[in-house]
Every structure is written in structure tokens, then in C-alpha cells.
């Protein structure tokens, strides 16, 4: 289809191990952001590529999560040695606008468990 | 930093009853100031949006009217469906900052 991809769509790990989640986003689409959303609560920000360039990592919780969008197209988004509080929804949106403040399309996420 | 408070939910309505859920922000500058909507089984979709003071955003019947001067942006539905029944999310963006910024969503189930 035409919307923005999200695979796998449900992940479950062992604590310790380390997983990889990607993002298809529609086609044309400069800009790129992954959020973070917990049980009841609303999408956190993660971090936000403008084309292959990430401009914005100031959400990753810690140096064990790692996002990449090496040819402006395709993320992936990296968790090593996942933990327990990592359990969560992973939201990959795109914005045709290069500044990153027109409409979001989001794909419908990744959910992780960590057990 | 920037914030969204939304109502709290959940919200439970009878069909054709009046919807408001009640958005506030914080930031800095001007943001633009947008409505989610996220059905069951589904990933979220722009429901409406406002880029500056004053303006009304609209969609499917619903409405909602950027105020600085309250920094709201109240969501309104006149007479709501069975159909409506979702999670609603308030969000801004500032136009320095690129991200989004989420409040943490009201549950709005509508009853025949």
C-alpha cells in the first residue's frame, strides 16, 4: 500500500537481546520520526531524520538505542541489550514537509515485549 | 520544553450527544497545533489541524479553534456517532524544533 510500513508488527525478546525494528515510509517523504508509546499514554518523541541526515536524537533514552535512515528511505530503529521498561509501541511517522511541522502519517507501530 | 495536557478520559457518550475534550499546551514561539485520532486496530491519522492564532481547523464535523490567548485548542463535536468511538491525541508542533509533541490521549466510546 501507500502508508507508512512498520515490521515487525509484534516483537517479543528475551532481556538481554537485541532487536531491530523498521520503518517503510511513503514514498517522497523527507522527513522521518520515531516515537515511543506506553501503555495509556501518548506517543514520546524518539528522534526525527530530515532525508538521511538525523537531525534530532535528543529522545533516545540511552546509548543502547540506535536509529539509522541510511539512504533517506528506509529506518531502522536498533535497541541492544533490551530491559523490561523498554516493553512499549514503536510509532514510525512520515511528513512530506522537510521541516518536520506539517501533518504526520504513521504507520500502526511496532509493539515490543520484553520479557 | 513543550507540553500538551489533554482532558483525562475515558469519555463515554450516548450517539448524538455533544463532544468537547479539552486541550492546553505550552511552547515556546508559534506552533502549529494539530488533532489525532487513532481508531481500534489502527494506526493514528491527522484528524484536524491549526497553524496560527485564530484559525479553525475542521474535519467529519468536528471543530477545534487555535487561542493563544488561553493556548487551547478544544476539540468539539456537535452530535457524535457510534462511528466516533477512538482514542484522540492533541499535539503541537513548533516550527523550530521539527518533533511533535503528544498529550497522552482520552478515550472517547460512544453508545447507541
Known amino acids: 500500500g501507500a502508508g507508512v510500513s512498520q515490521s515487525p508488527r509484534y516483537k517479543v525478546a528475551k532481556r538481554g537481546q537485541d532487536v531491530a525494528l523498521r520503518c517503510d515510509p511513503i514514498?517522497?517523504?523527507?522527513?522521518l520520526f520515531w516515537y515511543q508509546q506506553a501503555l495509556g499514554q501518548g506517543p514520546e518523541f524518539l528522534t526525527y531524520?530530515?532525508?538521511?541526515?538525523?537531525?534530532?536524537k535528543s529522545g533516545l533514552p540511552s546509548d543502547r538505542f540506535f536509529a539509522e535512515r541510511p539512504e533517506g528511505s528506509v529506518s531502522t530503529l536498533k535497541i541492544q541489550r533490551t530491559q523490561q521498561e523498554d516493553s512499549a509501541v514503536y510509532l514510525c511517522?512520515?511528513?512530506?514537509?522537510?521541516?518536520?511541522?506539517?501533518?504526520?502519517?504513521f504507520g500502526e507501530g511496532s509493539r515490543l515485549t520484553v520479557l | 520544553g513543550d507540553s500538551v495536557t489533554q482532558m483525562e478520559g475515558p469519555v463515554t457518550l450516548s450517539e448524538e450527544a455533544f463532544l468537547t475534550i479539552n486541550c492546553t499546551y505550552t511552547?515556546?514561539?508559534?506552533?502549529?497545533l494539530f488533532w489525532y485520532v487513532q481508531y481500534p486496530g489502527e494506526g493514528l491519522q491527522l484528524l484536524l489541524k491549526?497553524?496560527?492564532?485564530?484559525d479553525k481547523g475542521s474535519n467529519k464535523g468536528f471543530e477545534a479553534t487555535y487561542r493563544k490567548e488561553t493556548t487551547s485548542f478544544h476539540l468539539e463535536k456537535g452530535s457524535v456517532q457510534v462511528s466516533d468511538s477512538a482514542v484522540y491525541f492533541c499535539?503541537?508542533?513548533?516550527?523550530?524544533?521539527?518533533?511533535?509533541?503528544f498529550g497522552d490521549g482520552t478515550t472517547l466510546t460512544v453508545k447507541p
Open positions: 514514498s517522497g517523504h523527507v522527513s
Open positions: 491549526a497553524t496560527k492564532a485564530d
Open positions: 499535539a503541537l508542533t513548533n516550527t523550530n524544533a521539527g518533533k511533535s509533541t
Open positions: 531524520f530530515q532525508n538521511e541526515a538525523q537531525l534530532d
Open positions: 511552547a515556546t514561539g508559534y506552533p502549529s
Open positions: 511517522a512520515s511528513s512530506l514537509d522537510g521541516r518536520g511541522t506539517g501533518e504526520l502519517f
